[in-house]
């Protein structure tokens, strides 16, 4: 099968999971799940990605196939502690901001779950790991088609946080450009989740917690303590590539990924020092 082919069954297998899985989803599960948590989603939402993306899970696992599955979807656990605890150092100063700007706490342990855990577990799994994972690495397209088409995707999603027009086309834009971001650290970090998603779910968990304003968007004081977050993700990028980690994304992977270290080899251990 060549990569044409390979592009379009990716792409084919997003759609059918994104826009017609839905129709095979009964509203009997939607109000046994919502009774069995109390309207909370902890079990609706879960539920519903699982049985809406797990072929698009499956195809990625049998791209590459001479990797273990784990690898293949993101979730190798190895540098786990380091990510988790340098995404926590990344976003204490944003978490910091939020707390000075806000008057309010929502201390909801389902918001947080449903809002943050979830969030930034299956968006990066599914629109990361699975989608532009398979694109970038199995389909050699180069870093900027493959993230642009799952970022936008991801953007689109985000579409509702937008009040009118305007401010919705703005969440679009600004989700797809963190899409972007995400799956930058998803390349730096090993091809795994872990750290672009703790990073995703420390943002939106301080962002629920201290109920700021704003939308995706969000509002300029806002976005200045959320730029300290980026600015160290990439600092701490950075300080592992300078300790030894092979750059992932070059100028020369930008359009087309010509390196042969992406497809279907063996994951060599990558260093995961804390920032």
């Known amino acids: 099968m ?23 989803w009964g509203s009997e599960w939607t109000k046994i799940l919502t009774q069995a948590d109390a309207s909370t989603d902890v079990l609706f939402i879960p539920a519903k990605y699982l049985f ?23 979730l190798n656990t190895a540098g786990f502690n380091n990510y988790t605890f340098a995404a926590l150092l ?5 978490t910091l901001g939020y707390a000075y700007l806000s008057n309010n706490l929502n201390l909801s342990l389902s918001g947080l779950i449903t809002g943050s855990i979830y969030a930034g577990f299956f968006e990066e799994l599914i629109f990361r790991a699975a989608l ?22 991801f953007g689109v999603g985000h579409m509702y946080q937008g009040g009118d027009a305007v401010s919705a086309l703005m969440a679009v834009a600004v989700t ?9 650290l998803y390349c730096e970090c090993g091809y795994k989740i872990w750290f672009p998603m703790w990073m995703h779910i420390f ?16 509002d300029l004081h806002g976005n200045l ?11 701490y990028v950075e300080a592992l590539i300078r300790r030894g980690k092979k750059r992932e994304v070059t100028m020369s992977s930008l359009f087309i990924n010509t390196s042969a270290a992406t497809l ?3 994951i060599k251990p990558q260093m995961t020092a804390a920032v």
């Not at 084919?12 to 839905?22: D, E």
């Not at 990344?90 to 944003?94: A, K, L, V, Y």
């Not at 970038?136 to 870093?143: D, E, K, L, Q, T």
């Open 52 to 74: 809406l993306y797990t072929p698009l899970l499956v195809l990625t696992t049998l791209l590459f196939k001479r990797r273990n599955m784990l690898d293949a979807i993101g």
């Open 264 to 266: 279907n080899t063996p």
């Open 225 to 235: 303590y959320k730029a300290t977050a980026i600015v160290l993700s990439i600092v």
């Open 132 to 153: 532009f994972g398979a694109l970038y690495r199995f389909c050699r397209w180069g870093f900027i088609p493959a993230a642009l088409i799952s970022s936008v995707v």
């Open 176 to 184: 797809t450009v963190a899409g972007t971001w995400f799956a930058w």
């Open 90 to 94: 990344c976003c204490i100063p944003m």
């Open 203 to 218: 943002m939106n968990a301080a962002y629920g917690i201290f109920s700021m304003s704003g939308g995706a968007v969000g």
């Open 2 to 24: 060549n990569i044409i082919l390979k592009s379009l069954l990716v792409i084919a297998t997003f759609v059918f999971c994104h826009y017609i899985m839905k129709s095979f």
